[in-house]
Protein backbone atom coordinates (compact mmCIF):
# COMPACT_ATOMS: atom_id res chain seq x y z
CA UNK A 1 0.00 0.00 0.00
CA UNK A 2 0.99 3.72 -1.16
CA UNK A 3 1.94 5.61 1.93
CA UNK A 4 0.50 9.21 2.86
CA UNK A 5 2.91 12.64 2.53
CA UNK A 6 0.16 13.77 5.59
CA UNK A 7 1.84 14.31 9.37
CA UNK A 8 -1.08 16.34 10.60
CA UNK A 9 -3.48 13.57 11.55
CA UNK A 10 -0.72 12.08 13.47
CA UNK A 11 -0.32 15.77 15.15
CA UNK A 12 -3.87 15.67 15.76
CA UNK A 13 -3.95 12.48 17.77
CA UNK A 14 -1.10 12.86 19.60
CA UNK A 15 -2.39 16.10 20.74
CA UNK A 16 -5.67 14.70 21.76
CA UNK A 17 -4.70 11.61 23.30
CA UNK A 18 -1.76 13.86 25.56
CA UNK A 19 -4.17 16.90 26.32
CA UNK A 20 -6.62 13.71 27.62
CA UNK A 21 -4.05 13.50 30.60
CA UNK A 22 -2.02 16.32 31.03
CA UNK A 23 -4.54 18.57 32.96
CA UNK A 24 -4.61 15.20 34.87
CA UNK A 25 -1.19 14.82 35.76
CA UNK A 26 -1.13 17.97 38.11
CA UNK A 27 -4.45 16.91 39.30
CA UNK A 28 -3.98 13.44 40.58
CA UNK A 29 -0.21 14.54 42.16
CA UNK A 30 -2.13 17.53 43.85
CA UNK A 31 -5.19 14.51 45.24
CA UNK A 32 -2.63 12.47 45.94
CA UNK A 33 -0.37 14.72 47.86
CA UNK A 34 -3.75 16.26 49.65
CA UNK A 35 -4.47 12.65 51.33
CA UNK A 36 -1.19 12.17 52.29
CA UNK A 37 -0.34 15.62 54.18
CA UNK A 38 -3.92 16.46 55.57
CA UNK A 39 -4.90 12.72 56.09
CA UNK A 40 -8.54 13.41 54.93
CA UNK A 41 -10.18 11.83 51.60
CA UNK A 42 -9.90 15.05 48.65
CA UNK A 43 -12.94 16.94 48.63
CA UNK A 44 -14.39 16.25 45.17
CA UNK A 45 -17.73 18.29 45.58
CA UNK A 46 -17.43 20.68 47.66
CA UNK A 47 -14.25 22.99 46.76
CA UNK A 48 -14.72 25.79 49.26
CA UNK A 49 -13.85 22.90 51.94
CA UNK A 50 -10.48 22.94 50.97
CA UNK A 51 -10.12 26.50 51.05
CA UNK A 52 -11.41 26.87 54.48
CA UNK A 53 -9.41 28.96 56.32
CA UNK A 54 -8.89 27.03 59.28
CA UNK A 55 -6.96 24.71 56.15
CA UNK A 56 -4.90 27.36 54.66
CA UNK A 57 -1.90 25.80 56.39
CA UNK A 58 -2.37 22.58 54.76
CA UNK A 59 -3.47 23.96 51.54
CA UNK A 60 -0.05 25.98 50.93
CA UNK A 61 1.74 22.98 51.77
CA UNK A 62 -0.25 20.68 49.44
CA UNK A 63 0.20 24.02 47.02
CA UNK A 64 4.10 23.90 47.71
CA UNK A 65 4.77 20.17 47.05
CA UNK A 66 2.83 19.71 44.14
CA UNK A 67 4.80 22.82 42.93
CA UNK A 68 8.25 20.95 43.96
CA UNK A 69 7.11 17.63 42.39
CA UNK A 70 6.39 19.29 39.04
CA UNK A 71 9.86 21.04 39.17
CA UNK A 72 11.67 17.18 40.36
CA UNK A 73 10.03 15.68 37.23
CA UNK A 74 10.68 18.27 34.80
CA UNK A 75 15.10 18.24 36.27
CA UNK A 76 15.47 14.26 35.77
CA UNK A 77 14.13 13.92 32.59
CA UNK A 78 15.49 17.18 30.62
CA UNK A 79 18.93 16.02 30.18
CA UNK A 80 17.87 12.61 28.59
CA UNK A 81 15.20 14.34 26.11
CA UNK A 82 17.68 16.85 25.37
CA UNK A 83 20.35 14.48 24.10
CA UNK A 84 18.01 12.35 21.74
CA UNK A 85 16.31 15.32 20.06
CA UNK A 86 19.82 16.76 19.18
CA UNK A 87 20.72 13.78 18.09
CA UNK A 88 17.54 12.38 16.53
CA UNK A 89 16.22 15.32 14.70
CA UNK A 90 19.73 16.32 13.05
CA UNK A 91 19.93 12.76 11.89
CA UNK A 92 16.67 12.81 10.20
CA UNK A 93 18.69 14.55 7.61
CA UNK A 94 20.25 11.26 6.78
CA UNK A 95 18.59 8.56 8.66
CA UNK A 96 14.89 9.66 7.77
CA UNK A 97 11.89 12.05 9.52
CA UNK A 98 10.03 9.36 10.80
CA UNK A 99 12.61 7.75 13.43
CA UNK A 100 12.01 11.42 14.59
CA UNK A 101 8.09 11.19 15.23
CA UNK A 102 7.95 7.48 15.97
CA UNK A 103 10.64 7.28 19.05
CA UNK A 104 8.63 9.95 20.98
CA UNK A 105 5.50 8.31 20.66
CA UNK A 106 6.90 4.97 21.91
CA UNK A 107 7.96 7.21 24.90
CA UNK A 108 4.67 8.92 25.49
CA UNK A 109 2.75 5.58 25.34
CA UNK A 110 5.37 4.07 28.18
CA UNK A 111 4.36 7.31 30.61
CA UNK A 112 0.67 6.81 30.35
CA UNK A 113 0.73 3.17 30.41
CA UNK A 114 2.86 4.02 33.51
CA UNK A 115 0.74 6.70 34.86
CA UNK A 116 -2.33 3.70 34.64
CA UNK A 117 -0.93 1.41 36.87
CA UNK A 118 0.43 4.13 39.38
CA UNK A 119 -3.07 5.37 39.53
CA UNK A 120 -4.95 1.71 38.98
CA UNK A 121 -2.80 0.24 42.03
CA UNK A 122 -1.91 3.29 44.41
CA UNK A 123 1.64 2.82 43.73
CA UNK A 124 3.90 5.73 45.55
CA UNK A 125 3.67 9.23 43.45
CA UNK A 126 7.03 9.72 42.78
CA UNK A 127 7.60 6.17 40.45
CA UNK A 128 6.23 8.65 38.18
CA UNK A 129 9.71 11.17 38.58
CA UNK A 130 11.60 7.79 37.51
CA UNK A 131 9.09 6.72 34.35
CA UNK A 132 9.48 10.49 33.14
CA UNK A 133 12.94 9.80 32.86
CA UNK A 134 12.94 6.62 31.15
CA UNK A 135 10.57 7.97 28.86
CA UNK A 136 12.63 10.64 27.87
CA UNK A 137 15.38 8.21 26.94
CA UNK A 138 12.75 8.18 23.65
CA UNK A 139 12.47 11.63 23.29
CA UNK A 140 10.18 14.44 23.95
CA UNK A 141 7.57 16.76 22.69
CA UNK A 142 10.80 19.08 20.86
CA UNK A 143 11.42 15.17 19.42
CA UNK A 144 8.11 15.26 17.91
CA UNK A 145 7.62 18.36 16.80
CA UNK A 146 11.15 18.82 15.43
CA UNK A 147 10.70 15.95 13.29
CA UNK A 148 6.93 17.18 12.43
CA UNK A 149 8.25 20.47 11.38
CA UNK A 150 11.40 19.28 9.43
CA UNK A 151 8.93 16.59 7.36
CA UNK A 152 6.81 19.51 6.60
CA UNK A 153 9.43 21.77 5.72
CA UNK A 154 10.50 18.70 3.21
CA UNK A 155 7.44 18.52 1.13
CA UNK A 156 7.00 22.73 0.50
CA UNK A 157 8.26 24.69 -1.78
CA UNK A 158 6.72 27.82 -1.19
CA UNK A 159 7.73 30.05 2.24
CA UNK A 160 4.21 31.08 1.99
CA UNK A 161 2.73 27.66 2.33
CA UNK A 162 5.60 26.57 4.42
CA UNK A 163 4.15 29.15 6.96
CA UNK A 164 0.78 28.48 7.11
CA UNK A 165 1.24 24.76 6.98
CA UNK A 166 3.70 25.27 10.58
CA UNK A 167 0.98 27.96 12.13
CA UNK A 168 -1.78 24.99 11.00
CA UNK A 169 -0.13 22.08 12.65
CA UNK A 170 0.27 24.78 15.75
CA UNK A 171 -3.54 25.53 15.56
CA UNK A 172 -4.02 21.59 15.30
CA UNK A 173 -2.46 21.08 18.55
CA UNK A 174 -4.20 23.80 20.22
CA UNK A 175 -7.91 22.92 18.93
CA UNK A 176 -7.80 19.08 19.87
CA UNK A 177 -5.83 19.60 23.24
CA UNK A 178 -9.14 22.26 23.78
CA UNK A 179 -11.16 19.41 22.83
CA UNK A 180 -9.37 17.02 25.07
CA UNK A 181 -9.13 19.09 27.84
CA UNK A 182 -13.31 19.84 28.20
CA UNK A 183 -13.52 15.90 27.98
CA UNK A 184 -10.65 15.47 30.93
CA UNK A 185 -13.49 17.26 33.74
CA UNK A 186 -16.36 15.29 32.83
CA UNK A 187 -14.42 11.93 32.03
CA UNK A 188 -12.53 12.29 35.56
CA UNK A 189 -15.84 12.69 37.28
CA UNK A 190 -17.75 9.81 35.80
CA UNK A 191 -15.01 7.57 35.78
CA UNK A 192 -12.07 8.69 37.68
CA UNK A 193 -8.55 8.58 36.49
CA UNK A 194 -8.52 5.54 35.31
CA UNK A 195 -10.41 5.72 31.81
CA UNK A 196 -8.76 8.70 30.87
CA UNK A 197 -5.35 7.00 31.07
CA UNK A 198 -6.40 4.23 29.28
CA UNK A 199 -7.90 5.80 26.41
CA UNK A 200 -5.06 7.79 26.23
CA UNK A 201 -3.31 4.82 25.61
CA UNK A 202 -5.51 3.29 22.82
CA UNK A 203 -5.14 6.37 20.98
CA UNK A 204 -1.45 6.41 21.13
CA UNK A 205 -1.18 2.85 20.06
CA UNK A 206 -3.51 3.51 17.06
CA UNK A 207 -1.27 6.85 16.21
CA UNK A 208 1.81 4.46 16.73
CA UNK A 209 0.45 2.43 13.41
CA UNK A 210 -0.31 5.39 11.66
CA UNK A 211 3.31 6.16 11.88
CA UNK A 212 5.00 2.85 11.28
CA UNK A 213 3.05 1.38 8.34
CA UNK A 214 1.10 4.27 6.77
CA UNK A 215 3.19 7.67 7.07
CA UNK A 216 5.72 8.08 4.13
CA UNK A 217 9.03 8.95 4.31
CA UNK A 218 10.39 12.15 3.18
CA UNK A 219 14.13 11.72 3.07
CA UNK A 220 15.97 9.51 0.83
CA UNK A 221 18.64 7.07 3.15
CA UNK A 222 21.81 6.82 1.79
CA UNK A 223 23.68 3.87 0.93
CA UNK A 224 25.52 2.86 4.13
CA UNK A 225 29.21 2.96 2.55
CA UNK A 226 28.59 6.33 1.38
CA UNK A 227 28.09 7.69 4.94
CA UNK A 228 31.29 5.69 6.59
CA UNK A 229 33.83 8.39 7.76
CA UNK A 230 36.25 6.42 9.98
CA UNK A 231 35.03 2.35 9.50
CA UNK A 232 32.34 2.83 12.44
CA UNK A 233 28.53 3.25 11.65
CA UNK A 234 27.58 4.30 14.94
CA UNK A 235 30.99 7.09 14.85
CA UNK A 236 29.66 8.14 11.57
CA UNK A 237 26.10 9.15 12.34
CA UNK A 238 27.53 10.94 15.17
CA UNK A 239 30.14 13.22 13.32
CA UNK A 240 27.31 13.61 10.31
CA UNK A 241 24.98 15.11 12.96
CA UNK A 242 27.81 17.06 14.16
CA UNK A 243 28.87 18.23 10.92
CA UNK A 244 25.45 18.76 9.47
CA UNK A 245 24.77 21.10 12.85
CA UNK A 246 28.75 23.06 12.09
CA UNK A 247 28.30 23.34 8.28
CA UNK A 248 24.16 25.13 9.31
CA UNK A 249 26.07 27.89 10.23
CA UNK A 250 29.50 27.70 8.84
CA UNK A 251 28.81 27.63 5.53
CA UNK A 252 26.25 30.82 6.07
CA UNK A 253 26.99 34.31 5.42
CA UNK A 254 27.83 36.81 7.65
CA UNK A 255 24.68 38.62 7.58
CA UNK A 256 22.51 35.06 7.20
CA UNK A 257 24.69 34.14 10.54
CA UNK A 258 23.40 36.97 12.44
CA UNK A 259 20.32 36.94 11.37
CA UNK A 260 19.81 33.21 12.36
CA UNK A 261 21.23 33.70 16.05
CA UNK A 262 18.98 36.39 16.69
CA UNK A 263 15.46 34.79 15.56
CA UNK A 264 17.12 31.78 17.61
CA UNK A 265 17.50 33.99 20.40
CA UNK A 266 13.93 35.40 20.41
CA UNK A 267 12.60 31.93 19.94
CA UNK A 268 13.94 30.85 23.47
CA UNK A 269 13.88 33.97 25.46
CA UNK A 270 9.78 34.40 24.60
CA UNK A 271 9.25 30.76 24.85
CA UNK A 272 10.97 30.43 28.02
CA UNK A 273 8.62 33.82 29.33
CA UNK A 274 5.27 32.08 27.53
CA UNK A 275 6.07 28.21 28.47
CA UNK A 276 6.90 29.57 32.37
CA UNK A 277 3.87 31.48 32.83
CA UNK A 278 1.22 29.26 31.31
CA UNK A 279 2.84 25.80 32.98
CA UNK A 280 1.89 27.27 36.58
CA UNK A 281 -2.21 28.43 35.41
CA UNK A 282 -3.61 24.95 36.94
CA UNK A 283 -2.02 25.31 40.34
CA UNK A 284 -2.76 28.77 40.37
CA UNK A 285 -6.68 27.50 39.42
CA UNK A 286 -6.34 25.33 42.05
CA UNK A 287 -5.43 28.03 44.88
CA UNK A 288 -7.69 30.11 46.48
CA UNK A 289 -10.12 32.10 45.83
CA UNK A 290 -10.50 30.29 42.78
CA UNK A 291 -10.38 26.91 44.13
CA UNK A 292 -11.86 25.95 40.04
CA UNK A 293 -13.03 21.94 40.03
CA UNK A 294 -11.67 19.61 37.37
CA UNK A 295 -14.43 20.95 34.92
CA UNK A 296 -13.83 24.25 35.61
CA UNK A 297 -10.00 23.24 35.12
CA UNK A 298 -11.41 21.94 31.62
CA UNK A 299 -13.09 24.56 30.51
CA UNK A 300 -10.18 26.57 31.06
CA UNK A 301 -7.83 24.63 29.31
CA UNK A 302 -10.71 24.27 26.64
CA UNK A 303 -10.94 28.11 26.39
CA UNK A 304 -6.94 28.48 26.26
CA UNK A 305 -7.05 26.52 23.41
CA UNK A 306 -9.17 28.84 21.33
CA UNK A 307 -5.17 31.07 21.55
CA UNK A 308 -4.21 28.51 18.82
CA UNK A 309 -6.98 28.93 16.21
CA UNK A 310 -6.79 32.75 16.84
CA UNK A 311 -3.58 33.19 16.23
CA UNK A 312 -3.98 30.55 13.33
CA UNK A 313 -6.11 33.05 12.16
CA UNK A 314 -4.03 35.85 12.54
CA UNK A 315 -0.80 34.50 11.03
CA UNK A 316 -3.31 33.26 7.80
CA UNK A 317 -4.41 37.02 7.40
CA UNK A 318 -1.31 38.90 8.07
CA UNK A 319 0.35 36.62 6.34
CA UNK A 320 -1.97 37.03 3.34
CA UNK A 321 -1.92 40.62 3.55
CA UNK A 322 1.62 40.96 3.25
CA UNK A 323 2.09 42.28 6.96
CA UNK A 324 5.86 41.94 7.49
CA UNK A 325 6.90 39.06 9.51
CA UNK A 326 8.48 40.82 12.90
CA UNK A 327 5.21 42.89 12.92
CA UNK A 328 3.34 39.57 13.46
CA UNK A 329 6.31 38.47 16.29
CA UNK A 330 5.46 41.98 17.52
CA UNK A 331 2.13 41.31 17.96
CA UNK A 332 1.95 38.04 19.63
CA UNK A 333 4.47 38.84 22.49
CA UNK A 334 2.65 42.39 23.30
CA UNK A 335 -0.66 39.90 23.66
CA UNK A 336 1.44 37.62 26.14
CA UNK A 337 2.54 40.81 28.30
CA UNK A 338 -1.10 42.04 28.60
CA UNK A 339 -2.81 38.50 29.35
CA UNK A 340 0.13 37.77 31.74
CA UNK A 341 -0.05 41.33 33.73
CA UNK A 342 -3.99 40.28 33.83
CA UNK A 343 -3.28 36.82 35.81
CA UNK A 344 -2.62 38.12 39.36
CA UNK A 345 -5.66 40.21 39.59
CA UNK A 346 -8.04 37.70 38.36
CA UNK A 347 -9.76 36.32 41.79
CA UNK A 348 -12.89 35.46 40.09
CA UNK A 349 -14.10 32.61 37.80
CA UNK A 350 -15.29 35.57 35.32
CA UNK A 351 -11.74 37.49 34.99
CA UNK A 352 -10.35 34.18 35.06
CA UNK A 353 -11.50 33.39 32.09
CA UNK A 354 -11.38 36.56 30.87
CA UNK A 355 -7.81 36.57 31.50
CA UNK A 356 -7.68 34.68 27.80
CA UNK A 357 -8.78 36.94 25.50
CA UNK A 358 -5.98 39.35 25.62
CA UNK A 359 -3.80 36.50 24.96
CA UNK A 360 -5.56 35.57 21.63
CA UNK A 361 -2.55 36.29 19.26
CA UNK A 362 0.05 34.44 21.86
CA UNK A 363 0.90 31.52 19.82
CA UNK A 364 1.80 33.35 16.72
CA UNK A 365 5.46 33.91 17.43
CA UNK A 366 6.58 30.23 17.41
CA UNK A 367 5.14 29.19 13.42
CA UNK A 368 6.38 32.86 12.41
CA UNK A 369 9.74 32.43 13.68
CA UNK A 370 9.89 28.57 12.96
CA UNK A 371 9.46 29.80 8.70
CA UNK A 372 11.61 32.70 9.19
CA UNK A 373 14.92 30.76 10.24
CA UNK A 374 13.71 27.84 7.65
CA UNK A 375 13.80 30.49 5.00
CA UNK A 376 17.79 30.83 5.51
CA UNK A 377 18.81 27.30 5.98
CA UNK A 378 18.89 25.03 2.56
CA UNK A 379 16.31 22.32 2.25
CA UNK A 380 19.48 19.67 3.01
CA UNK A 381 19.62 21.17 6.14
CA UNK A 382 15.98 21.53 7.43
CA UNK A 383 16.70 18.84 10.23
CA UNK A 384 19.98 20.08 11.66
CA UNK A 385 18.05 23.54 11.95
CA UNK A 386 14.95 21.97 13.72
CA UNK A 387 17.26 19.70 15.61
CA UNK A 388 19.27 22.96 17.18
CA UNK A 389 15.66 24.77 17.94
CA UNK A 390 14.15 21.70 19.10
CA UNK A 391 16.86 21.22 21.42
CA UNK A 392 17.19 24.85 22.84
CA UNK A 393 13.49 24.35 23.23
CA UNK A 394 13.21 21.69 25.09
CA UNK A 395 16.16 22.92 27.14
CA UNK A 396 14.08 26.54 27.33
CA UNK A 397 10.81 24.57 28.25
CA UNK A 398 11.88 22.47 31.14
CA UNK A 399 14.03 25.06 32.64
CA UNK A 400 11.61 27.28 32.19
CA UNK A 401 8.90 25.38 34.12
CA UNK A 402 11.48 24.33 37.06
CA UNK A 403 12.37 27.61 37.25
CA UNK A 404 8.65 28.93 37.45
CA UNK A 405 7.76 26.43 39.84
CA UNK A 406 10.36 26.87 42.18
CA UNK A 407 9.71 30.67 42.07
CA UNK A 408 5.90 29.86 42.67
CA UNK A 409 6.72 27.69 45.81
CA UNK A 410 8.57 30.32 47.62
CA UNK A 411 6.38 33.21 46.47
CA UNK A 412 3.06 31.46 47.17
CA UNK A 413 2.36 32.70 50.63
CA UNK A 414 2.90 36.80 49.67
CA UNK A 415 1.81 37.05 46.52
CA UNK A 416 1.14 33.85 43.92
CA UNK A 417 0.88 36.14 41.18
CA UNK A 418 4.20 36.80 41.04
CA UNK A 419 5.60 34.31 38.72
CA UNK A 420 2.70 35.94 36.09
CA UNK A 421 4.50 39.52 36.37
CA UNK A 422 8.02 38.26 36.12
CA UNK A 423 6.72 35.94 32.86
CA UNK A 424 5.78 39.13 31.63
CA UNK A 425 8.93 41.33 32.36
CA UNK A 426 10.82 38.43 30.86
CA UNK A 427 9.21 39.44 27.78
CA UNK A 428 11.18 42.77 27.11
CA UNK A 429 13.99 40.21 26.02
CA UNK A 430 12.25 39.01 23.23
CA UNK A 431 11.45 42.68 22.39
CA UNK A 432 14.77 43.25 22.76
CA UNK A 433 16.20 41.09 20.21
CA UNK A 434 13.19 41.90 17.78
CA UNK A 435 14.18 45.57 17.80
CA UNK A 436 17.83 44.43 17.00
CA UNK A 437 16.62 42.67 14.05
CA UNK A 438 14.45 45.34 12.92
CA UNK A 439 17.43 47.54 12.87
CA UNK A 440 19.29 45.04 10.81
CA UNK A 441 16.77 44.88 8.40
CA UNK A 442 18.60 41.90 6.41
CA UNK A 443 15.62 40.46 4.07
CA UNK A 444 16.61 36.48 4.65
CA UNK A 445 14.69 35.73 1.93
CA UNK A 446 17.32 36.53 -0.22
CA UNK A 447 20.23 35.20 1.94
CA UNK A 448 19.21 31.43 0.77
CA UNK A 449 21.85 29.96 -0.93
CA UNK A 450 21.66 26.78 -1.85
CA UNK A 451 24.28 24.38 0.00
CA UNK A 452 24.54 20.18 0.01
CA UNK A 453 26.15 18.95 2.57
CA UNK A 454 29.35 17.24 1.94
CA UNK A 455 30.18 14.03 4.38
CA UNK A 456 32.55 12.00 1.79
CA UNK A 457 35.29 11.48 4.33
CA UNK A 458 37.76 13.55 6.50
CA UNK A 459 40.33 14.39 3.66
CA UNK A 460 36.84 16.30 1.80
CA UNK A 461 35.55 17.73 5.09
CA UNK A 462 39.03 19.22 5.50
CA UNK A 463 38.53 20.89 1.92
CA UNK A 464 35.46 22.39 2.98
CA UNK A 465 37.00 24.22 5.59
CA UNK A 466 39.41 25.26 3.68
CA UNK A 467 37.19 26.80 1.15
CA UNK A 468 34.64 28.12 3.75
CA UNK A 469 37.32 29.89 5.01
CA UNK A 470 38.46 31.45 1.75
CA UNK A 471 34.28 32.20 1.20
CA UNK A 472 34.42 34.19 4.43
CA UNK A 473 37.35 36.02 4.09
CA UNK A 474 36.09 37.76 1.28
CA UNK A 475 34.44 41.31 1.32
CA UNK A 476 30.33 41.33 1.52
CA UNK A 477 28.40 42.35 -0.96
Known amino acids: MKGLYL ?12 FLIYPLVQQYVYR ?11 PNSDNSSRCADNSSSNHEEVQRQ ?64 IVSLLSSLFGGLGTFLGGCFAYIA ?12 MAGVDMMIGLLSGVASIS ?15 TSALFQCLILLYAIFVLEETVTKAPADSVILDGSPQRSAMKQTIYGVYYMFARASRRSKTTLVLLILIFISFSFAYVGGISLMTLYELNKPLCWSEILIGYGSALSSTVFLASFVGVSAFTYC ?53 KIISKSE ?18 SAAVFNSVYAATLEWFPGFSFLLSAGLCVIPLFFLGVVGLIRVDVAEEVKEREPVFQGEADLEEDLVEDQNDHSAPLS
Open 7 to 18: VEPVVALYAFSS
Open 32 to 42: RLWEELTNTPY
Open 66 to 129: ASLFSLYSELFSTIPSLVVTFMLVAYSDRGGRKITIIMPLIGTLIYTLAFLAVSYFELNIYLLI
Open 154 to 165: DLCEDDRQKTLR
Open 184 to 198: TGYFLRAAGFNWPFL
Open 322 to 374: GVPQLLIVLMGILSVIAGMVMLPFAKTTFLMFMVRVPMLLSVMPFPVLRSMTS
Open 382 to 399: QGALFACLSFLETLTSNV
